[in-house]
């Protein structure tokens, strides 16, 4: 249990330096987002993917060990969890599996935070994007741009007084 219980730590450190690192990535992606650059902004998704699937080998692996453990506490796999191990953890083991959890949940949490920032920001972005177009385009009824229901553009479309005609 206690090679085990090395493991899972081990793992949990792993895990915890991914998501720092995956941290670091959404200050890059805001930045990359409020400065407008999509080249760094590909760039920095592709690197959060990799990541994302980082994280996957290291869950799948604890995943594997929880079980390990679990016959050896006699608990079913479902019902173990990082909190319940460390209850059947010697008082050094414990300490640090609840020092990494803690990390863990702190980070998850500043991560879901700073994605919700993102999101907004890509949100605004988009209706800027979608405002300033109108504009140019000189639509009176924004409305008025949608296609039918068939598929093609509306009939009774008004005609551009804009800068530009939609038609590039």
Not at 89 to 115: F, G
């Amino acid at each position: 249990m206690r090679q085990a219980l090395k493991e899972l730590c081990a793992m949990l450190i792993e895990q915890k330096a991914v998501l720092s690192h995956m941290l670091e990535l959404s200050k890059q992606e805001r930045q990359a987002i409020s400065s407008g650059d999509s080249v760094e902004l590909e760039s920095v998704v592709r690197l959060q993917l990799r990541e994302l699937s980082q994280l996957g080998r290291i869950e799948k692996r604890r995943a594997a060990l929880n079980d390990a453990i679990a016959s050896e506490l006699g608990i079913t796999g479902q019902k173990l969890t990082v909190s319940a191990i460390a209850l059947k953890a010697k008082p050094d083991e414990r300490k640090e599996i609840v020092a990494l959890q803690t990390e863990l949940t702190e980070l998850v949490h500043q991560h879901n935070a700073l994605n919700l920032e993102n999101r907004e920001l890509i949100k605004e972005h988009l209706e800027y994007s979608e405002a300033m177009i109108e504009l140019m385009t000189g639509s009176d009824d924004p409305l008025n741009n949608f296609y039918g229901a068939n598929g093609k553009a509306t009939g009774d479309r008004k005609t551009s007084t804009g800068l530009f005609n939609r038609h590039a």
